[in-house]
T-cell receptor, first 110, second 111 residues
Framework: SQQGEEDPQALSIQEGENATMNCSYK?????LQWYRQNSGRGLVHLIL?????REKHSGRLRVTLDTSKKSSSLLITASRAADTASYFC??????????FGAGTTVTVRA | ETGVTQSPTHLIKTRGQQVTLRCSSQ?????VSWYQQALGQGPQFIFQ???????GRGNFPPRFSGLQFPNYSSELNVNALELDDSALYLC??????????FGPGTRLTVL
């Protein structure tokens, strides 16, 4: 079973617009991570936010974490065609198991 | 590029056969995790190896087995293949940072 659930399942935006996707999870976590996957290939780590952090930035990415609501959001600002991909949240509940959601597919239109 | 490599890239097998997938971890990483990703789904954790020992296992039957070698490379073996085993198999290596570095995956098709 999947620990996290992303919302929406799919998102289509115009180049230059912002994209926001959300992730909800079920159990207490040590940290939450976001990954990107292009065309069904390997995943690329984007950002990690620890359970005691509320917000983190990396370039055009902004991640928030609300442990009381067991939710996180990923914002991509000023989107580009190269941002077209599937985005997954993943949580660490213990030392070895990374649990992924089903992902949000983002399409950036030129 | 993460430095994690997987072979083969694609593989076609028939039901009942056995398959071995290979993964070379990134230099300096002593932990390898394997994931199964069905079409349209997120990766599902299969198991993890740390210093040649299985360090945790997901909800997969015993016909999924693995090995890690002294150089920290790893194999995933699947016996008695079933149609539902068709998926992208991903390996990821890590050290102590918790960030996992994924390989490009092996796409397995079971006919």
């Amino acid at each position: 079973s999947q620990q996290g659930e992303e919302d929406p399942q799919a998102l289509s935006i115009q180049e230059g617009e912002n994209a926001t996707m959300n992730c909800s999870y079920k159990t207490s976590i040590n940290n939450l991570q976001w990954y990107r996957q292009n065309s069904g290939r390997g995943l690329v780590h984007l950002i990690l936010i620890r359970s005691n952090e509320r917000e983190k930035h990396s370039g055009r990415l902004r991640v928030t974490l609300d442990t009381s609501k067991k939710s996180s959001s990923l914002l991509i600002t000023a989107s580009r065609a190269a941002d077209t991909a599937s985005y997954f949240c993943a949580t660490y509940a213990n030392d070895y198991k990374l649990s992924f959601g089903a992902g949000t597919t983002v399409t950036v239109r030129a | 590029e993460t430095g994690v490599t997987q072979s083969p890239t694609h593989l076609i097998k028939t039901r009942g056969q056995q398959v071995t997938l290979r993964c070379s971890s990134q230099s300096g990483h002593n932990t390898v995790s394997w994931y199964q990703q069905a079409l349209g789904q997120g990766p599902q954790f299969i198991f993890q190896y740390y210093r040649e020992e299985e360090n945790g296992r997901g909800n997969f039957p015993p016909r999924f087995s693995g090995l890690q070698f002294p150089n920290y490379s790893s194999e995933l073996n699947v016996n008695a293949l079933e149609l539902d085993d068709s998926a992208l198999y991903l390996c990821a290596s890590s050290s102590s940072t918790l960030e996992q570095f994924f390989g490009p995956g092996t796409r397995l098709t079971v006919l």
